[in-house]
Each structure stands twice: as C-alpha cells, then as structure tokens.
T-cell receptor, first 114, second 113 residues
Framework: EAQVTQNPRYLITVTGKKLTVTCSQN?????MSWYRQDPGLGLRQIYY???????DKGDVPEGYKVSRKEKRNFPLILESPSPNQTSLYFC?????????????FGAGSRLTVL | QQQVKQSPQSLIVQKGGISIINCAYE??????FPWYQQFPGKGPALLIA?????SEKKEGRFTISFNKSAKQFSLHIMDSQPGDSATYFC????????????FGSGTRLLVRP
C-alpha cells in the first residue's frame, strides 16, 4: 500500500530533550515536506526537500532541523524542544514534478512539550 | 507573506443541506487550487482541485467555484451527509510548484443527522 509512515504517533517530552520524528514513504517520491497543524492556523510548512541532500526552509523553520540522506526518509529533528512546539505534525510527499501534484500525508504525530 | 484566508472556522449543517466554505488568496501567480479533507486522527487527503481556466469543477456532490477577478474560490457540498463531517482545508500554489502549497486555516464541518 502506498503510504507515508510517521513515528511516533504520540509523544510527550520535556523542554530541552532532543527528539526525532521519523517519516518514510514507499512511493519513490522526490518531494517531501513537514507541516505543523495548530488550531486556527491551518497547516504551516516547516521544511521541505526536493530530493536527496536538497532541503529548504518553509514558513516556520525555527527550532527544527531536517535531513534527507535517503530518498524515502525525511526525519524531523527538534534539538531542544520548547512548549511552543507542542503541535500536531504531518509529513507529506509528492512526485515533485511540475503539474498537479497530489500531496500524500502521513497520519500525523502529536507532540506535547512540557 | 503569501496567504490564503479561509472562512468560516466552523460550520454546522443539517443532513441534506448545502455546505459552503470560502477562501481568498493574494498572490495572482497562483494557478492551482486544491481542497483537502481531513478526518479525525488522519492526515489530510486531496478532495478536489481546480485551475483558473475554468470557473467551476464538479465531482459528485462536491463543487469548486472560482472567481479569478475577486481572487476567491469556494467549496460547495451538496446534500451534505454526516460522513462529510471533517476539517476542510483550501490551498493554493503555482502549477509549476504545486507541491509547495499554501494552506488556509481550515473549516471544521459538522453535519447533523
């Protein structure tokens, strides 16, 4: 089944404790992206990647890091989480070519930072 | 900052009624306008999309209406069903970078039986 898999789905952590949210897709998509979803703010892009070793900042990159060492994986790293990073996070992928690309989203990772 | 403004924030409709969600955009370079549907506990999924060369696109009970001069587009759900209860996001982008979407703030739709 074509899908984007995120882990963990739920996580409660404390301020300053580094964490990584993994994202993997099995569709050989070139483009991958991370979004955060907050009430009243919709989906805001954190980082995106056009291909292996090519990443760029989205609209809200502060406090996050990403890497794209393999085409299928795009982990989101919070080096020193803070309470304002409590949110619902989504990883998404698409073929990345010009045209009407359809984003395929993962099921989401709910992060709470105490 | 490029924005897509979506309203209303929440909507309650009786079964069989029409649900209408509106969006407005600022960037005239946008030429791809999808709507995504999100059920609780799930990621968003593409529902329907339109390009500005047409004023309307219909897929089953779902219709996008597009007004290029007003820079507005809307989603109409005809004969709304309880199974349509979800959060709906409008979005916009350029077709040559349609993977890089700007999303609206979302509308939570509840269809009462």
């Amino acid at each position: 089944e074509a899908q984007v898999t995120q882990n963990p789905r739920y996580l409660i952590t404390v301020t300053g404790k580094k964490l990584t949210v993994t994202c993997s897709q099995n569709m050989n998509h070139e483009y991958m992206s991370w979004y955060r979803q907050d009430p009243g703010l919709g989906l805001r892009q954190i980082y995106y990647s056009m291909n292996v070793e090519v990443t760029d900042k989205g609209d809200v990159p502060e406090g996050y890091k990403v890497s794209r060492k393999e085409k299928r994986n795009f982990p989101l790293i919070l080096e020193s989480p803070s309470p304002n990073q409590t949110s619902l996070y989504f990883c998404a992928s698409s073929p990345g070519l010009a045209g009407a690309n359809v984003l395929t989203f993962g099921a989401g990772s709910r992060l709470t930072v105490l | 900052q490029q924005q897509v403004k979506q309203s209303p924030q929440s909507l309650i409709v009786q079964k069989g009624g029409i649900s209408i969600i509106n969006c407005a955009y600022e960037n005239t370079a946008f030429d791809y306008f999808p709507w995504y549907q999100q059920f609780p506990g799930k990621g968003p999924a593409l529902l329907i999309a339109i390009r500005p060369d047409v004023s309307e696109k219909k897929e089953g009970r779902f219709t996008i209406s597009f007004n290029k001069s007003a820079k507005q587009f809307s989603l109409h759900i005809m004969d709304s069903q309880p199974g349509d209860s979800a959060t709906y996001f409008c979005a916009a982008s350029r077709m040559d970078s349609s993977y890089k979407l700007i999303f609206g703030s979302g509308t939570r739709l509840l269809v009462r039986p």
